[in-house]
T-cell receptor
Framework: AQKITQTQPGMFVQEKEAVTLDCTYD???????LFWYKQPSSGEMIFLIY??????QNATEGRYSLNFQKARKSANLVISASQLGDSAMYFC?????????????FGQGTELSVKP | NAGVTQTPKFQVLKTGQSMTLQCAQD?????MSWYRQDPGMGLRLIHY???????DQGEVPNGYNVSRSTTEDFPLRLLSAAPSQTSVYFC????????????FGPGTRLTVT
């Protein structure tokens, strides 16, 4: 079964508008973490934001916020005031803390294109 | 700090050849991992290490070997390259268990013909 599902292969957004990238996850662990990464066309992986399963508040980092809905098992990334430089692939990932070690499981990604 | 470095950046191998992808970090990180990224997909964990002398398998370990003799280095060995191993390989490191502070290397693009 897919542990991380990103249902939007591609998204378009107008510059300066907000956009939500969807991510749903599947785990039976009580303790887990959710991550979002950005991968521009240059190929490097850039960490954006992290949410722990016990965190009561939604994580925010600058223009990025994570809309964490535990009961629905969703961890959507919201980018406010989109910029042209936000055009990239975005990956959602999960770590189950019941497992030993640093195992991150990634979704298939969403390609975001920001239009001027 | 150089961060996480990977060599080579690009490599073409013939089926059956072996090679080692190098990964080094200068941040004294305990955790190091190898991932592969196939076209249109997210990263999949190959092997990881929680410290010198300790390694474990990830999701897709077959065809790869690792060792961790020092904190700084975590090489990935392809024993007998196959076309299915054509991929981009990323090395990553983090301080202890803090994957939210995981640093990725720039990647190695490997083609097996």
């Amino acid at each position: 079964a897919q542990k991380i599902t990103q249902t939007q292969p591609g998204m378009f957004v107008q510059e300066k508008e907000a956009v939500t990238l969807d991510c749903t996850y599947d785990t039976s662990d009580q303790s887990y973490g959710l991550f979002w990464y950005k991968q521009p066309s240059s190929g490097e992986m850039i960490f954006l934001i992290y949410q722990g399963s016990y965190d009561e508040q939604n994580a925010t980092e600058g223009r990025y916020s994570l809309n964490f809905q535990k009961a629905r098992k969703s961890a959507n990334l919201v980018i406010s005031a989109s910029q042209l430089g936000d055009s990239a692939m975005y990956f959602c990932a999960m770590r189950e803390y019941g497992n030993q070690g640093g195992k991150l499981i990634f979704g298939q990604g969403t390609e975001l294109s920001v239009k001027p | 700090n150089a961060g996480v470095t990977q060599t080579p950046k690009f490599q073409v191998l013939k089926t059956g050849q072996s090679m080692t992808l190098q990964c080094a970090q200068d941040m004294n990180h305990e955790y190091m991992s190898w991932y592969r990224q196939d076209p249109g997909m997210g990263l999949r964990l190959i092997h990881y290490s929680v410290g010198a002398g300790i390694t474990d398998q990830g999701e897709v370990p077959n065809g790869y070997n690792v060792s961790r003799s020092t904190t700084e280095d975590f090489p990935l060995r392809l024993l007998s390259a196959a076309p299915s191993q054509t991929s981009v390989y990323f090395c990553a490191s983090s301080y202890g268990d803090r994957l939210e502070e995981q640093y990725f290397g720039p990647g190695t693009r490997l083609t097996v013909t």
